[in-house]
């Protein structure tokens, strides 16, 4: 592609003097220019020097000088000049073509870099757009970015044609879309950041219920297993003390409940038996060596005098039997 | 100490303190079953033929014995006269006042008791 091509094909771009790579290029070509200029310059003064020798051949030499003759072929010198021309037009020619490759080179590799950045761009703004957490100063920033990219690139407004009506209507529609978008992510995050509130707020609740309840469960539990293992042991403990040591029930018990009576009563030492409580008329046992018995039912206190056994009074009639007659 | 040790501690725990809580009830049902019908002269009566004898193979069926062993490797403290007077007071008044005046019969009752401890002690080692 020549220069003419390349220009037409990027839409003209060669009015920028500000860009430092046009400028490197334009100096390159003035001093390959000027190389070239002055090759030309020695092509003709090489030319003319050959041209003034085959005159001065045919001219008069003077007479008095006598010179070795030295045999000088014009031809040779003519076709030597020749060909250096030619070798050093040829040389002129590749380094210009080469310089045009290079400056094409170059020309490739920039546009394929604004296209890479400009392919990036749109790539972050989509990322941007597709995350939603993008902030709006942020997306502008790059809608111009890509705005000065596609400037760049020749679709920019400060092309001498204007923008086609097409990119216009696109950029609009992009625009609009992105108000949108934008409209549609605030929208969206303040409904999360609503939802996330009720959430939070639910949790709360549902905690402080649950920690209620928890400690309700805990309580009514640690009161049954108080229950369970203290309760009639502790029933029978109290009764159990009453029992074998009256005095020193405790107060509260059942024993102190009721009026817990004393019953005077008479027994002989070692007797055993049945008797009726005097409080409640439960049969009740009198162990031979039981002073003091408690009624387990009402409590009352039956205390029993032992009375030694009494000696069996003799009759008369077996006395006046072992009694000797006088 | 790794975690199925801890685990093991924690519910040998556990199962202790379910087991002394299981026990007691267990041991107040076998006495229960064993006085039901009896009086406290029934009982005086037992009290003096057997003295010196041990009471639990009377007191319980060899299953009952079994269990109770089983269930007394937690340990047996509480089983005490004042216990025995609790567990059979509500059912047996008489022979709960009968225990309670003579201390003939309490002392006895007393040996007893701590004979069944002495023999679980001996089963647990």
Same mark, same amino acid.
């Given at each position: 592609?020549?220069?003419?091509?390349?220009?037409?094909?990027?839409?003209?771009?060669?009015?920028?003097?500000?860009?430092?790579?046009?400028?490197?290029?334009?100096?390159?070509?003035?001093?390959?220019?000027?190389?070239?200029?002055?090759?030309?310059?020695?092509?003709?003064?090489?030319?003319?020097?050959?041209?003034?020798?085959?005159?001065?051949?045919?001219?008069?030499?003077?007479?008095?000088?006598?010179?070795?003759?030295?045999?000088?072929?014009?031809?040779?010198?003519?076709?030597?000049?020749?060909?250096?021309?030619?070798?050093?037009?040829?040389?002129? +020619?590749?380094?210009?073509?080469?310089?045009?490759?290079?400056?094409?080179?170059?020309?490739?590799?920039?546009?394929?870099?604004?296209?890479?950045?400009?392919?990036?761009?749109?790539?972050?703004?989509?990322?941007?757009?597709?995350?939603?957490?993008?902030?709006?100063?942020?997306?502008? %920033?790059?809608?111009?970015?890509?705005?000065?990219?596609?400037?760049?690139?020749?679709?920019?407004?400060?092309?001498?044609?204007?923008?086609?009506?097409?990119?216009?209507?696109?950029?609009?529609?992009?625009?609009?879309?992105?108000?949108?978008?934008?409209?549609?992510?605030?929208?969206?995050?303040? +409904?999360?950041?609503? %939802?996330?509130?009720?959430?939070?707020?639910?949790?709360?609740?549902?905690?402080?219920?649950?920690?209620?309840?928890?400690?309700?469960?805990?309580?009514?539990?640690? %009161?049954?297993?108080?229950?369970?293992?203290?309760?009639?042991?502790?029933?029978?403990?109290?009764?159990?003390?009453?029992?074998?040591?009256?005095?020193?029930?405790?107060?509260?018990?059942?024993?102190?409940?009721?009026?817990?009576?004393?019953?005077?009563?008479?027994?002989?030492?070692?007797?055993?038996?049945?008797?009726?409580?005097?409080?409640?008329?439960?049969?009740?046992?009198?162990?031979?060596?039981?002073?003091?018995?408690?009624?387990?039912?009402?409590?009352?206190?039956?205390?029993?005098?032992?009375?030694?056994?009494?000696?069996?009074?003799?009759?008369?009639?077996?006395?006046?039997?072992?009694?000797?007659?006088? | 100490?790794?975690? $199925?040790?801890?685990?093991?501690?924690?519910?040998?725990?556990?199962?202790?303190?379910?087991?002394?809580?299981?026990?007691?009830?267990?041991?107040?049902?076998?006495?229960?079953? =064993?006085?039901?019908?009896?009086?406290?002269?029934?009982?005086?009566?037992?009290?003096?033929?057997?003295?010196?004898?041990?009471?639990?193979?009377?007191?319980?069926?060899?299953?009952?014995?079994?269990?109770?062993?089983?269930?007394?490797?937690?340990?047996?403290?509480?089983?005490?006269?004042? =216990?025995?007077?609790?567990?059979? @007071?509500?059912?047996? $008044?008489? @022979?709960?006042?009968?225990?309670?005046?003579?201390?003939?019969?309490?002392?006895?009752?007393?040996?007893?008791?701590?004979?069944?401890?002495?023999?679980?002690?001996?089963?647990?080692?």
């Amino acid at each position: 592609m020549s220069k003419k091509e390349y220009g037409l094909a990027i839409g003209q771009r060669g009015s920028n003097s500000g860009d430092p790579i046009s400028e490197i290029i334009r100096r390159n070509m003035a001093e390959s220019e000027e190389k070239k200029r002055k090759r030309d310059d020695e092509i003709d003064e090489l030319q003319h020097e050959a041209k003034v020798k085959e005159l001065k051949g045919d001219g008069k030499e003077p007479a008095a000088i006598t010179f070795k003759p030295v045999e000088i072929d014009v031809n040779e010198g003519k076709k030597e000049a020749t060909a250096r021309a030619q070798a050093a037009e040829a040389q002129v +020619a590749a380094e210009r073509d080469k310089r045009l490759e290079i400056q094409e080179k170059l020309e490739q590799e920039r546009m394929a870099n604004l296209r890479s950045d400009f392919t990036k761009q749109l790539d972050d703004l989509k990322k941007l757009l597709g995350e939603g957490g993008a902030s709006k100063q942020s997306i502008t %920033e790059k809608i111009a970015e890509v705005k000065s990219n596609a400037e760049e690139l020749g679709y920019g407004p400060k092309q001498a044609g204007g923008t086609p009506p097409e990119i216009q209507i696109q950029l609009q529609q992009m625009q609009t879309d992105l108000q949108l978008r934008l409209a549609q992510m605030e929208d969206d995050r303040n +409904a999360r950041n609503k %939802e996330w509130e009720l959430t939070l707020k639910k949790y709360g609740d549902d905690k402080e219920l649950q920690q209620q309840r928890l400690a309700q469960e805990a309580s009514a539990n640690a %009161e049954r297993t108080q229950l369970m293992r203290g309760g009639l042991d502790t029933l029978g403990r109290i009764m159990g003390k009453a029992m074998v040591d009256p005095g020193s029930a405790p107060s509260g018990g059942i024993s102190s409940s009721r009026v817990a009576k004393d019953y005077p009563l008479e027994a002989e030492e070692g007797e055993t038996g049945q008797f009726s409580c005097p409080g409640c008329g439960r049969e009740l046992f009198l162990a031979p060596d039981a002073g003091r018995v408690q009624c387990a039912s009402c409590g009352a206190m039956s205390n029993f005098t032992r009375i030694p056994k009494a000696e069996t009074p003799i009759s008369e009639e077996v006395k006046s039997e072992f009694t000797p007659a006088i | 100490m790794s975690l $199925p040790q801890q685990f093991k501690q924690k519910a040998t725990a556990v199962g202790e303190a379910a087991i002394s809580e299981v026990a007691p009830r267990l041991f107040r049902g076998v006495i229960s079953g =064993w006085l039901e019908g009896k009086t406290a002269e029934n009982f005086y009566k037992f009290v003096k033929d057997h003295a010196g004898q041990n009471w639990i193979t009377e007191m319980a069926s060899p299953r009952a014995q079994g269990r109770i062993h089983a269930f007394a490797k937690s340990g047996m403290d509480w089983l005490t006269v004042e =216990w025995f007077l609790g567990a059979i @007071i509500k059912e047996h $008044p008489d @022979i709960a006042s009968l225990i309670a005046s003579s201390p003939e019969v309490k002392a006895e009752l007393e040996k007893q008791l701590e004979n069944i401890q002495a023999g679980l002690r001996l089963d647990k080692t």
